[in-house]
């Protein structure tokens, strides 16, 4: 998985991605439910935001809209 991140940094300079969810060990770990432990992504290039979700469900979203990566986003994919 890291190399295609090096791969669109190497294609897309200004692309910037950001894992944002699950929480780390030092945000508290882990949910005690499975999919509210799914990958979520962070892309941003310019001005756009585009959120990769994967399959989060309440606790997990309600985590990345308080967390510090909140605000307005272009494209939302869930």
Do not use: C, H, K, W
């Not at 892309?43 to 997990?60: K, S």
């Amino acid at each position: 998985m890291q190399f295609s991140f090096d791969l669109l940094a190497f294609f897309l300079p200004a692309l910037n991605t950001d894992v944002i969810a699950p929480p780390t060990d030092a945000e508290g770990g882990l949910f005690s439910e499975i999919n509210d432990n799914s990958v979520a992504i962070l892309l941003t290039y310019g001005t756009a935001r585009i959120l990769l979700a994967g399959d989060a469900e309440a606790n997990e979203e309600e985590y990345m809209a308080n967390g510090p990566y909140a605000g307005p986003l272009t494209i939302i994919n869930v």
